[in-house]
């Protein structure tokens, strides 16, 4: 079975400070993608990054970095500096199916809710 | 501006009634969803089509159904066998067939059962 958990339900941090947010991921397909979403407030989700299951390069985007681990199977989310408008809630997804003839489809986790004060 | 419109943004229902969810997208996207988000749950996968005229059930397709009889629009109904529509209705596009393709999301409808 294909899961997702992110454990942290709800983090409050105060404006650039660091914050980390966690994803571990569970297959049994040894091809598969992995993506961070941001939800802020509108409503609609915003792609961030995705990563295949064969690419296990840390990426940094500004600030923005994401450390993927397949030992402990997971792909966990660090903003840098933090800011008000990060505020919002991120989902980690993992695609299974791929190559399937009804494939591609996403399995998310719960969500985190950050809340960046000033 | 290319992108996906749903509407309405908020549906009330009345007990017993049928809803029609609209989702349009203009990206020129095969593949579209449909995905249900309710506290602390994520998002959870009604229906998908990945073209046009056939599409499949995702994980909790009781009591919903779909059409993709264009390939720019994929209406979802909530029928009165769904025991518990409220929540937030969330429709996404992307390109089909192809892994790691990301996914263009409406900006959603949430749906209250009076």
């Known amino acids: 079975a294909q899961k997702v958990t992110q454990a942290q339900t709800e983090i409050s941090v105060v404006e650039k400070e660091d914050v980390t947010l966690d994803c571990v991921y569970e297959?049994?397909?040894?091809?598969?993608?992995l993506f961070w979403y941001k939800q802020p407030p509108s409503g609609e989700l915003v792609f961030l990054i995705r990563?295949?299951?064969?690419?296990?390069q840390n990426e940094i985007s500004g600030r923005y970095s994401w450390n993927f681990q397949k030992s402990t199977s997971s792909f966990n989310f660090t903003i840098t500096a933090s800011q008000v408008v990060d505020s919002a809630v991120y989902f980690c997804?993992?695609?299974?199916?791929?190559?399937?003839?009804?494939?591609?489809?996403?399995?998310f986790g719960a969500g985190t809710i950050l809340r960046v004060k000033s | 501006d290319g992108g996906i419109t749903q509407s309405p943004k908020y549906l009330f229902r009345k007990e017993g009634q049928n809803v029609t969810l609209s989702c349009e997208q203009n990206?020129?996207?095969?593949?579209m969803y449909w995905y249900r988000q309710d506290p602390g749950q994520g998002l959870r996968l009604i229906y998908y089509?990945?073209?046009?005229?056939?599409?499949q059930k995702g994980d909790i397709a009781e009591g919903y159904s779909v059409s993709r009889e264009k390939k720019e629009s994929f209406p979802l109904t909530v029928t009165s066998a769904q025991k518990n529509p409220t929540a937030f209705y969330l429709c996404?596009?992307?390109?089909?067939?192809?892994?790691?393709?990301?996914?263009?999301f409406g900006q959603g409808t949430r749906l209250t059962v009076v």
């Open positions: 997804a993992l695609e299974v199916g791929v190559h399937m003839e009804y494939g591609n489809k996403l399995v």
């Open positions: 990206l020129n996207h095969d593949a």
């Open positions: 990563r295949n299951s064969f690419d296990e």
């Open positions: 297959t049994r397909d040894t091809t598969y993608y």
């Open positions: 089509s990945q073209i046009v005229n056939d599409f």
């Open positions: 996404a596009s992307s390109f089909a067939w192809t892994g790691g393709t990301e996914a263009f």
